[in-house]
């Protein structure tokens, strides 16, 4: 009885590594090749892209995962030679920064009412936010355009970071983490004269602070790789984050594309690497529509 | 009468904790959709004539939209249930406590942080007509294809799209399965109950909540995958991958608002409808579980 059971232990092992190896080739493929010479990589994939410099083009693919020779070239193209790249990187953050904070703030607001206060209109309005929370962007965009329309901010940085601020998604998580709160505690701080306000920033906001991590984590990946909006709502190519601005490198100048999306997985990897179990806790949590 | 006043100014407080949310997101999505609705039965410029269902019937024959709705519900239907019984699969092999779960865990994940770019890249070099598949394929005497402009095109991106979503689903599951109450597994266990039956028959009930969530987030996802599709064959690309994405990202440009907005209202509905389908399944098969 044991034999089979350690077997298929060792089966499942061998599962999961077949997929942690899908998971992560296209990731270690992308870092590895960014350090590699603009020439090996036009030797490696000119038979795929239509690499415009001179130089040997092999005309079969060479998928190589270790340069010949290492080097920081492509790096120092993409960082120094033209600015081009860290304006972008700069925009991106000009847009998530502001988006996860004052989402944070308006949605832990909205999501403490829905937690102290529970009548039928407010159920009403919480079904709402769900729904419009799983509304795809082809839907949800088409209102954006129009409001960003009217009040003139189309093309400007508004345009994208107002309609995420309000995004309901983290209202949900939040509302979601909150009602687990013992009621007991608010009861005793409002016996003990505590205001709303008191009892919002006193206890309820100390008790979130994972959950306030998960949501910002989640968002700031959410938004850090947005494409959608900005083609709509932006114009003019000089605002775009980088998520957008990478892809029109893709074709000419692979090797600056694979540094350019290595140096953008970095605050996203980092806030991964240190965050892993709020992430998680944030993910696991959402895992139920019902309340 | 103090404690009737009270109540009032605790109704006041409520919806002044809530306003800013809701007020944002009235003027940003709820608002505007009324005015979508108005749009995509109305014509005409500056003063809007009311043509009812008119818009509708257009944009039902139009070829465009026919092939961009076609399209997109044979992807969500084939990548969805994938998506759900894969990471479903996943989760169960994690919570089996095989060595090295955490670093799995960790894997399966970090596709979320990966720019779009890096991946976009990758799967060029993979599917291209001169890509590593092919060289792999011609090894064999088989023929080449060109992978994005065949029958087999919308397989390429399901494989895109499991990459990317799986982990999320999993994290999803993995938090389902350990909330199934650990007595029912070990009471079935000392009757006799097979691996296999207490899958099907206790932790598949158990789990109907989750599937559900799963079901609706993967579906969601399954329209997001336009940005992928976007940027590995840009706006107009082989006809089995023109999403619904597409045909609005395209719309815009032109700007023609009836159209637009009839598409985005038919979405919305579609998409609500959906949703309700899935929540009824959801209370039919999980509602002795709920009390």
Known sequence: MKKPRTFGKWAMVLIAAAFAVYFLLPTALTVTNSFMTESEINAN????????????????????FIPEKVTMQQYFTGLIRSPDYLVKFWNSMLYVVPIV????????????????????????IFFLYIILMLMPYQVTLVPNYLVSKWFGILNTRKAIILPGVFAPFSVFLLTRFMRRIPYELIEAAKLDGANEWQIFTKIVLPQCTGPLVSVAILVFIDYWNMVEQPLILLSDS????????????????????????TVYMIPPLLLFLWGEEYLVEGIASSGSVKG | MKRIKQKAADRLLGICFLSPSLIGVSIFFILPFF????????EGVGYREFVWLENYSKLFQNSAFQLAA???????????????????ALAVMLEKHIPGQSFFRTTFLSPMMVPVVSIVLVWQIVFNYNGTLNETASLFGLDKTDWLSSP?????????????????????????????????????????????YQFFHIKLRYLSSTILFV????????FKIFREVYLLTGDYPYEGLY??????????????????????????????????VLFRLEEHYGKDLDG
């Not at chain 2, 076609?70 to 990471?87: E, H, K």
Request: with cysteine; net charge positive.
């Open chain 2, 35 to 42: 005015v979508v609705i108005y749009y995509s039965v109305t």
């Open chain 1, 238 to 261: 000089e605002m775009y984050p980088l998520s957008v601005f990478l892809s029109y490198i893709n074709s000419t100048e692979v090797g600056i594309a694979f540094a350019m999306a």
């Open chain 2, 215 to 222: 079901t609706v987030l993967s579906l969601i996802s399954s």
């Open chain 2, 70 to 88: 076609r399209n997109t519900a044979t992807f969500s239907l084939s990548a969805v249930p994938l998506a759900v019984i894969l990471s479903l």
């Open chain 2, 152 to 196: 087999y095109c919308q397989v390429v991106i399901v494989a895109l799209f499991l990459w990317k979503n799986l982990g999320y689903n999993m994290i999803l599951f993995m938090a389902g399965l350990s909330n199934i109450p650990k007595e029912i597994l070990e009471a079935a266990s000392v009757d006799g109950a097979s691996e296999s």
């Open chain 2, 243 to 276: 999403t619904l994405q597409h045909f609005m990202n395209n719309t815009f440009r032109s700007l023609d608002y009836q159209k637009l907005c009839s598409a985005a209202v038919i979405m919305a509905i579609v998409i609500v409808a959906i949703i309700a």
């Open chain 1, 101 to 124: 904070v004052f989402q944070l703030v308006v949605a832990s607001t909205a999501s403490y009412s829905f937690m102290r206060w529970q009548g039928r209109i407010r159920k009403g």
């Open chain 1, 45 to 64: 994939y000119g038979a795929v892209f239509s690499v415009t410099s001179g130089g040997y083009i092999s005309d079969t693919v060479h998928l190589k």
